[in-house]
């Protein structure tokens, strides 16, 4: 359908159908779901408005979206097609890692590769629109939702936001198996107070447009079609009603032009916030902040007709909101065919495909992180292993957001060694608290493998936690195992870094295994028995304790610095008196199996303008005898600059293969633009000065050059 059709559509539409476009209801109110419960069964509304809204929440299956399809076409007075939007965050009936394992591949490929699969799954599932990527810069493990981001550095984090929403929607989401993307949470969710969900957001001018910003800057750049409010504040106003936000910044000045869609029920929240004065005031303020579609509440549906004949609001914002959700759906082609990839025959083919779940197999190889190994790892085949921990054969490693997945097919650690290690010497014991059994079976080992850390119902939304060591139970489990056999590997699943010193001390080994979705336990068999060498890195610092959180490693020099190294407590220094300043493991730490060696850098100049650039290059060198996958990260300080600036900040990345022996070269190109940020009086520019920029392994390398800006 053409501009002019559309713009003739809306023109025929009352203002009653117009709000109705506006507001997205979830399954439960069309009938056969589950019974409505608090503020929903308080809506009043009339018993068929739920088939003439616009959007529908949550609902998915070719067969039943067939049918709500023609159900609310029937009708809506104009016979529009509604829009089906869930969450298909890693994967749909295939789980991939969570998005913080995503990021830790250091491979926005591998990103693109992913939401592209699940695209196609969610689309012949008859899902239109996902709300995905997540794009919140994560700094506090405490806070549930990190295992939905791909990490702590702004400019790693859009580089993964780009590359999923090219995998979503591809070069045209109207195509068949692309899906719409929707990037949330606007704006620096990531940040709320004491890692806390649904807190508040306290944070600069400055670090709002320099670290928190950036990755939503570019899932906009990459073409993303919609973007979702965050439930925080900034500037001490709710992200759903903060004019400034999202008309300013991200329509403005970005130039977004798409759907701008409610978290849910945020709207209503602005009230309890104490920022509108009612359901009335509420619906204004997010019409006139610019918020198109109500995700679950009834103020657009109730307040907003009246708002606008009475004059407080211009009907021409409702225009406005219901034209960019009509070419939402044209891109879409539902006006052609509305139901658009969905079909019974699709389903069948492609969810939870073997391709797909060879997928999920080979993004854990990427995703998964060897943190410690003493040389106890690779195991060979040949010793005799015991294998401890209720998390061992939980399929709760699934993932928390992997809403639809097949999670009785789940693959289990202790599923893939039986699989693939049959003839392994193994005794298992599958518990936390049989501390009699583990310690026998300990002592009878050469190798123990310990399961740790946390399944999918302590991590994602509203699960955060003040503690983010192991619980007493594993705690006490690894004391007791240690005491009978000190050759321990630890193997944390999670979806959060945890903070665990001691343990990380005393483990022989330790693998980051995240919660690596449906296959990713037979790539952490793999990777313990030497078939796969571990590439990943840590896109998020891994505390030593809860209390030095919020962190990252691009943290800035006080005037007061704990020198490099120095050790323990040192009066009148920032640091403190019982833990060290820095984490357990930074940000980009990751070991290999191989030897990987890195030349010295190589600059082509020490000079240059802010319009010229200079290459970087080094030479990367596999000593070992296995085929290695490197992530060679670059990174840059300015020296010296009008206001105070990170000790190192990432501004580039290629994840390279090397074969036995083999050795490349990789080239960097630093530009004016690598080196611009937001100066004294608030414009983004490159200043004149020295510069360090370091390549290496992890955000810990000291393989530098100096340059300068003339």
């Known amino acids: 359908m053409d501009k002019s059709k559309l713009e003739a559509l809306l023109k025929d539409m009352s203002l009653t159908e117009k709000i109705e476009q506006l507001v997205q209801l979830h399954g439960n109110f069309f009938g056969g779901g589950e019974k409505l419960t608090g503020p929903e069964a308080e809506f009043d509304l009339p018993e068929d408005f739920p088939y003439r809204t616009g959007s529908v929440l949550g609902e998915r299956g070719a067969e039943k979206l067939h049918k709500l399809q023609d159900e609310i076409m029937a009708k809506q007075p104009h016979h529009i097609p509604a829009v089906f939007m869930t969450d298909v965050i890693h994967g749909y009936e295939t789980a991939f890692p969570v998005p913080i394992a995503i990021g830790s591949s250091f491979d926005p490929k591998l ?16 899902i239109h629109v996902t709300f995905s990527p997540m794009v919140d810069v994560a700094r506090d493990s405490r806070w549930g939702r990190c295992m939905e981001s791909t990490g702590e550095d702004p400019w790693l984090n859009g580089q993964f936001a780009a590359a999923m929403v090219k995998g979503f929607q591809g070069d045209d989401y109207g195509k068949k198996g692309k899906v719409a993307s929707c990037a949330k949470h606007f704006a620096a969710y990531g940040a709320v107070q004491s890692g806390r969900d649904y807190n508040v957001t306290e944070i600069s001018e400055r670090t709002l447009f320099e670290d928190y910003l950036p990755p939503y800057k570019a899932a906009v750049d990459a073409g993303v079609s919609m973007v979702m409010t965050a439930f925080n504040t900034i500037d001490r106003v709710p992200c759903t009603i903060n004019k400034r936000l999202m008309r300013d910044i991200l329509r403005k000045k970005w130039g977004f ?3 701008l869609i409610t978290d ?28 198109d579609v109500d995700m679950v509440t009834d103020c657009y549906a109730r307040y907003l007709e009246e708002l606008v004949n009475e004059g407080t609001v211009p009907e021409s914002l409702v225009d406005e909101a219901v034209m960019r959700l009509l070419e939402l759906k044209n891109r879409l082609g539902l006006f052609e065919n509305p139901y658009k990839d969905g079909s019974d025959e699709s389903e069948k083919k492609y969810c939870f495909c073997k391709e797909h779940r060879e997928l999920s197999r080979k993004a854990a190889e990427e995703c998964t992180v060897l943190l410690k190994n003493n040389g106890v790892l690779p195991l060979s085949g040949k010793e005799k292993i015991a294998i401890i921990g209720a998390l061992a054969d939980d399929k709760e490693i699934t993932g928390t957001w992997a809403l639809f997945a097949c999670k009785e097919k789940t693959v289990t650690l202790k599923e893939a060694f039986e699989q693939l290690y049959p003839k392994a010497d193994i005794t298992y014991v599958i518990s936390d608290s049989d501390t009699e059994s583990a310690v026998s079976a300990a002592k009878a080992a050469d190798v123990v493998i310990l399961a740790l850390g946390e399944n999918e119902n302590y991590t994602g939304e ?28 630890t193997v944390l699943f999670g979806g959060r870094p945890l903070a665990v010193p001691d343990e990380a001390e005393k483990s022989a ?3 980051e295994a995240w919660l690596p979705g449906s296959c990713g336990c037979y790539a952490v068999a793999d990777i313990l028995f030497g078939k796969v060498n571990p590439s990943g890195r840590l896109s998020m610092s891994m505390p030593y304790c809860s209390g030095q959180l919020p962190i990252s490693y691009s943290a800035y020099s006080t005037g007061r610095p704990k ?18 300043n820095v984490p357990l493991y930074p940000f980009g730490h990751g070991l290999s199996y191989s030897d990987i060696e890195y030349s010295a850098v190589r600059l082509d100049k020490a000079e240059m303008t802010a319009d010229d650039k200079i290459t970087a290059s080094v030479t990367v060198k596999n000593n070992g005898s296995m085929p290695a996958w490197e992530a060679v990260q670059l990174y840059i300080r300015d020296i010296k600059a009008s206001v105070v600036r990170p000790m190192k900040q990432l501004k580039g990345l290629q994840k390279i293969s090397l074969a036995p022996n083999e050795e490349k070269t990789v080239s960097f190109e630093i530009s004016g633009e690598m080196l611009s940020f937001y100066d004294i009086n608030m414009e983004f520019k490159p200043e004149k000065g020295k510069f360090t920029l370091w390549i290496g392994g992890s955000s810990l390398t000291e393989n530098s050059a100096d340059f300068e800006l003339i």
Do not use: T, W
């Open 509 to 511: 080994a330790m693998l």
């Open 111 to 126: 990103a693109e590769e992913l939401a592209s699969a699940a695209a196609l799954e969610a689309s012949a599932a008859g």
């Open 563 to 580: 020198p490099d190294g120095a050790k323990g407590f040192i009066p009148f220094l920032s640091n403190y008196m019982d833990v060290p």
């Open 462 to 489: 509203s699960r955060s936690r003040a503690d983010i060591s192991l619980f007493k139970e594993q705690k006490e489990l690894f004391s007791k195992v240690y005491e009978a056999n000190k050759n321990i590997v």
């Open 257 to 259: 032009e798409g759907v």
């Open 264 to 291: 849910y029920g945020a709207i209503n929240e602005s009230i309890i916030h104490g920022a509108s004065e009612d359901k009335k005031d509420a619906a204004r303020k997010a019409i006139e902040a610019g918020c």
